[in-house]
T-cell receptor
């Protein structure tokens, strides 16, 4: 089954403790992206990647890092989490360069930073 | 800069009644428009998309949307809602492919649909 898998689904951590949220897709998609969803703000893009070793900032990249060492994986790294990063995070993937390629989303990771 | 406005934060509809969710966009070129649905605890699922051609597009789950260039709108409709349609709905606008920054999808803030029995 084609899917985007995020782990963990729920995460509670404390300020400053480094964490990684994993994202993996099995569709051989070139494009992957991270979003955060906050009440009243909709989805905002954090980082995206057009292919292996190619990443770029989205609209709200501060406080986050990503890497794309393999095509299928696109982890989101919070080196020093802060309470304002408490949010619902989504990973998504799609073909790149196709004019009818919808985003496939993971089921989300709800992060709480205390 | 591109933008999407979903004027209604919440909408309540009785089961079996018709539904229309509004979406207005601002985009400097030919827009590519999407509607996504987010059920509780789930990721976003594509309902339908518009790229070109017939301005009335059909999607999954009995939804349709109409692109009106003169009104910069892409409203989502369903003739008769079911309790399972209760969810968050997002309209999005973007370029030919999903990218980032100015080349990425811009999402509206969402409309929360409540279904009354």
């Amino acid at each position: 089954e084609a899917q985007v898998t995020q782990n963990p689904r729920y995460l509670i951590t404390v300020t400053g403790k480094k964490l990684t949220v994993t994202c993996s897709q099995n569709m051989n998609h070139e494009y992957m992206s991270w979003y955060r969803q906050d009440p009243g703000l909709g989805l905002r893009q954090i980082y995206y990647s057009m292919n292996v070793e190619v990443t770029d900032k989205g609209d709200v990249p501060e406080g986050y890092k990503v890497s794309r060492k393999e095509k299928r994986n696109f982890p989101l790294i919070l080196e020093s989490p802060s309470p304002n990063q408490t949010s619902l995070y989504f990973c998504a993937s799609s073909w790149a360069g196709e004019n009818n390629s919808p985003l496939h989303f993971g089921n989300g990771t709800r992060l709480t930073v205390t | 800069a591109q933008s999407v406005t979903q004027p209604d934060i919440h909408i309540t509809v009785s089961e079996g009644a018709s539904l229309e969710l509004r979406c207005n966009y601002s985009y400097g070129a030919t827009p590519y428009l999407f509607w996504y649905v987010q059920s509780p605890g789930q990721g976003l699922q594509l309902l339908l998309k518009y790229f070109s051609g017939d301005t009335l597009v059909q999607g999954i789950k009995g939804f349709e949307a109409e692109f009106k260039r003169s009104q910069s709108s892409f409203n989502l409709r369903k003739p008769s809602v079911h309790w399972s349609d209760a969810a968050e709905y997002f309209c999005a606008v973007g370029p030919i492919w999903a990218g980032g920054g100015a080349d990425g999808l811009t999402f509206g803030k969402g409309t929360h649909l409540i279904i009354q029995p």
